[in-house]
Structure formats: structure tokens, C-alpha cells
């Protein structure tokens, strides 16, 4: 079993639509965890953290994180063709260690 | 002005070859890694070091050794390439604290044919 859980996707929405995007973990000691977006031929880049559990909001992006059930989801609100990314969710504990999950592939319809 | 560079982005290269992936950040991190993602996207830490000193070290073969001049510079070299060394190799910088955001570079995209 992954440490990170991730679906793959692809989810294909239309335009305007609220994105939910999720993932699940098995390691109780993770405490940060973050949501980053990757373009295709681009690097990772950081959209959202959030410590231990709670709601997090920017803009139309929300991470929310419930430890209880190691279980953590970004919300995208009014979707917009530009949010056509790979989303990630990443993870750590008091290591240096940044653990992944596979990305979910998202494509927003005009 | 790129904040995590790496060079060459692209690399086609025969079996058996050695090969050498440069990498430079000028955000004055202390802290630099190298991730691997593979076909499937999944990024995966190799090497992380902190002001020039060796913190992480995945289950990599030795084939793949980093060095770092200095807390700005990170390069891998791999040697006697395999097939299944093709991947992107992302190198990355944080100010060492996982609190603080990693930045990514734009990749190298390696291919062994």
C-alpha cells in the first residue's frame, strides 16, 4: 500500500463547475500537507498548505485536511480552462521528507 | 529570473552512457533535492541536501551520485545509463523548513534508447 493515495483521473469537467479533488494517506505522523498544480513539460508549483487538520481557503481554491480519517481534498471553485493541470498532494511529517501522491489529471471544458 | 534552474531540459542518450544533470537556485535556500517522476507522475525524492551536506538518500541506485559545490548548486550525474533511468529529474530548493514552500525547477527530461 502507497503511503499517499491519489486517483488519477483524468476528470473532465465544464467550465464554472467546483472541482473536488482528494487524497488519502496511511502514515498518522504526517502534520503538513500541500497541494501543488504542474502544467504539462512544467514543474510542481505550490498552490495550497495547510497544518494538521482544518480548512484552509484562497480565492477560489479551499484545502481542507480531516486527520481522523487521513483524508484531504482541494475544492476549485468556478473552474476555469486555465486550471487544466496535473494536481498533486504532497505530504510530510518532522522529517525533511515530502511524500506525493500520483497527481490527479484535471481538464476544465470551455 | 529563474528562481530554480536545470540544465539541459531535454537529454537523449544511448544505454551505458554517463550523463550529468546541472542545477542552480538563487533564492539563498539552504536545502536542495532531486526528485524523480515517472511516466505515471509520480515524483519521488532521490537526494536532499542541506548547505552542502548529504540528509537524504533514497533507495537509489549508486549509479547516481550528487554533488554539491555549494548551497546554491546541486548536480547529478548518473552513470551506465539504463532504460529504466528514463524519467523527468526535477531539482528543487526549500529554506529547510517543510513549512516553507519547495520550489520546483522545470525538469530534465531524460531519455535512454
Known amino acids: 500500500q502507497k503511503e499517499v493515495e491519489q486517483d488519477p483521473g483524468p476528470l473532465s469537467v465544464p467550465e464554472g463547475a467546483i472541482v473536488s479533488l482528494n487524497c488519502t494517506y496511511s502514515?498518522?505522523?504526517?502534520?503538513?500537507f500541500m497541494w501543488y498544480r504542474q502544467y504539462s513539460r512544467k514543474g510542481p508549483e505550490l498552490l495550497m498548505y495547510t497544518y494538521s487538520s482544518g480548512n484552509k481557503e484562497d480565492g477560489r481554491f479551499t484545502a481542507q485536511v480531516d486527520k481522523s480519517s487521513k483524508y484531504i481534498s482541494l475544492f476549485i471553485r468556478d473552474s476555469q480552462p486555465s486550471d487544466s493541470a496535473t494536481y498533486l498532494c504532497?505530504?510530510?511529517?518532522?522529517?525533511?521528507?515530502?511524500?506525493f501522491g500520483s497527481g490527479t489529471r484535471l481538464l476544465v471544458r470551455p | 529570473d529563474t528562481a530554480v534552474s536545470q540544465t539541459p531540459k531535454y537529454l537523449v542518450t544511448q544505454m551505458g552512457n554517463d550523463k550529468s544533470i546541472k542545477c542552480e537556485q538563487n533564492?539563498?535556500?539552504?536545502?536542495m533535492y532531486w526528485y524523480k517522476q515517472d511516466s505515471k507522475k509520480f515524483l519521488k525524492i532521490m537526494f536532499s541536501?542541506?548547505?552542502?551536506?548529504?540528509?537524504i538518500n533514497e533507495t537509489v541506485p549508486n549509479r547516481f551520485s550528487p554533488k554539491s559545490p555549494d548551497k546554491a548548486h546541486l548536480n547529478l550525474h548518473i552513470n551506465s545509463l539504463e532504460l529504466g533511468d528514463s524519467a523527468v529529474y526535477f531539482c528543487?530548493?526549500?529554506?529547510?523548513?517543510?513549512?516553507?514552500?519547495?520550489?520546483f525547477g522545470e525538469g530534465s527530461w531524460l531519455t535512454v534508447v
Open positions: 533564492l539563498g535556500h539552504d536545502t
Open positions: 504532497a505530504m510530510s511529517g518532522s522529517s525533511y521528507k515530502l511524500i
Open positions: 502514515n498518522s505522523a504526517f502534520q503538513y
Open positions: 528543487a530548493s526549500s529554506s529547510g523548513d517543510w513549512r516553507n514552500t519547495i520550489y
Open positions: 541536501y542541506n548547505n552542502k551536506e548529504l540528509i
